[in-house]
T-cell receptor
Framework: GAGVSQSPSNKVTEKGKDVELRCDPI?????LYWYRQSLGQGLEFLIY????????KSGLPSDRFSAERTGGSVSTLTIQRTQQEDSAVYLC????????????FGPGTRLLVL | SQQGEEDPQALSIQEGENATMNCSYK?????LQWYRQNSGRGLVHLIL?????REKHSGRLRVTLDTSKKSSSLLITASRAADTASYFC????????????FGQGTRLTINP
């Protein structure tokens, strides 16, 4: 079946603008994760959704970052008033259940804030 | 502090040789996973080893886990140019926040 998809693939924006990044997880996967990866670095956890439970937002770097997951499927990561340090690849992953299972990653959205 | 630490940070070998990458972690884990990333985009899951397992194989991959030393190793045998990528370990914790914690990765280059 289809894998995790993300859109857009690339996004260039100006400092101070808001951006929305979208993630479509694998159908039937109850867990969804957002990560950020700066150039040449490892993955930084941002937020985790599991079913109807309250999301784990412990990785969000500031209150400019928010995410929602509608209907237990599609998720949107919103960055308000973008800053240059927000430039990174934003990766989404989904898994059948929680973190004890394999995560399947999307191709990522490369965000560049000018 | 970083949970998973891969070692070395970069590794360059000749095609056909074996490549070994190591991962160390600090807290008790439920499982440890290895992922591969090509060209800075999406990660591909390679293998998952649970805390009660010591060794696991998948094709040319062999993963070991030593919970007493809090370390794991990934061995790629008979390397190929297509194995050139970054390799990350990720740990699933027993307690605390339920998320995978990734290391900084090992950049592997296979020279033809």
């Amino acid at each position: 079946g289809a894998g995790v998809s993300q859109s857009p693939s690339n996004k260039v924006t100006e400092k101070g603008k808001d951006v929305e990044l979208r993630c479509d997880p694998i159908s039937g996967h109850t867990a969804l994760y957002w990560y950020r990866q700066s150039l040449g670095q490892g993955l930084e956890f941002l937020i985790y959704f599991q079913g109807n439970s309250a999301p784990d937002k412990s990785g969000l770097p500031s209150d400019r970052f928010s995410a929602e997951r509608t209907g237990g499927s599609v998720s949107t990561l919103t960055i308000q008033r973008t800053q240059q340090e927000d430039s990174a690849v934003y990766l989404c992953a989904s898994s059948l259940a929680g973190t004890q299972e394999t995560q399947y990653f999307g191709p990522g959205t490369r965000l560049l804030v000018l | 502090s970083q949970q998973g630490e891969e070692d070395p940070q970069a590794l360059s070998i000749q095609e056909g040789e074996n490549a070994t990458m190591n991962c160390s972690y600090k807290t008790s884990i439920n499982n440890l996973q290895w992922y591969r990333q090509n060209s800075g985009r999406g990660l591909v899951h390679l293998i998952l080893i649970r805390s009660n397992e010591r060794e696991k194989h998948s094709g040319r991959l062999r993963v070991t886990l030593d919970t007493s030393k809090k370390s794991s190793s990934l061995l790629i045998t008979a390397s190929r140019a297509a194995d050139t990528a970054s390799y990350f370990c990720a740990t699933g914790r027993i307690q605390g926040a339920q998320k995978l914690v990734f290391g900084q990765g090992t950049r592997l280059t296979i020279n033809p």
